[in-house]
């Protein structure tokens, strides 16, 4: 099975902020990397897909980046609505498994 | 619209069984894999068991085999997960969730249901 390893686990940022998330894979999973926000007591939402295609709906300030096993999320000014916890995942091989999440708290 | 309405989570024993749903309306949905997904209270999300559109192919993660069955129902529009044996360790909200094959992006999620198993 392919482990995803995000980091942080959680940080602290002020609006208008530039947040950068990390998603590490055990092995090449080539392109086959989402990310999704969720809020808390609300089902998780797709923000990005194959590493850097923007979910439509989403804002232009998300965006996605890397290949093989390291990835990266940035959020380029964070907004309050931005505050949540953010999951990466990959959709290479089955079981399509999950990050730990990172946590963006408000400063 | 499309959307994903989960129901039959509730309390249950351990050792008991359960059989959660999903409705999906909006979609076409024999074009699409499904997926249940679960989080644990305060924990992250964790891919339980997924189906492709014609059920060719079903998975599990590895600590619900032979005791979790995912299946489906074309015809009406749901998908179903039987859970049987649970214990504590299963108690999460269960989402279900829609990709366009099964190694694609979940890009439709339910609202979740809860599951407690408790004595």
């Known amino acids: 099975d392919i482990q995803m390893t995000q980091s942080p686990s959680s940080l602290s940022a002020s609006v208008g902020d530039r947040v950068t998330i990390t998603c590490r894979a055990s092995q090449n999973i080539s392109s086959f990397l989402n990310w999704y926000q969720q809020k808390p007591g609300k089902a998780p939402n797709l923000l990005i897909y194959?590493?850097?295609s923007l979910q439509s709906g989403v804002p232009s300030r998300f965006s996605g980046s890397g290949s093989g096993t390291d990835f990266t999320l940035t959020i380029s000014s964070l907004q309050p609505e931005d505050f949540a916890t953010y999951y990466c995942?990959?959709?290479?091989?089955?079981?399509?498994?999950f990050g730990g999440g990172t946590r963006v708290q408000i400063k | 619209e499309v959307q994903l309405v989960e129901s039959g989570g509730g309390l249950v024993q351990p050792g008991r069984s359960l059989r959660l749903s999903c409705a999906a309306s909006g979609l076409t949905f024999d074009d699409y894999a499904m997926h249940w997904v679960r989080q644990a209270p305060g924990k992250g999300l964790e891919w339980v068991s997924g189906i492709s559109w014609n059920s060719g192919y079903i998975g599990y993660t590895d600590s619900v085999k032979g005791r979790f069955t995912i299946s489906r129902d074309n015809a009406k529009n749901s998908l179903y997960l039987l859970m049987n044996s649970l214990t504590v360790d299963d108690m999460a909200v269960y989402y279900c969730a829609k990709s366009n094959t099964v190694l694609d992006a979940f890009d439709i999620w339910g609202q979740g249901t809860m599951v407690t198993v408790s004595s």
């Open positions: 194959a590493t850097s």
């Open positions: 995942h990959q959709s290479y091989s089955t079981p399509p498994n």
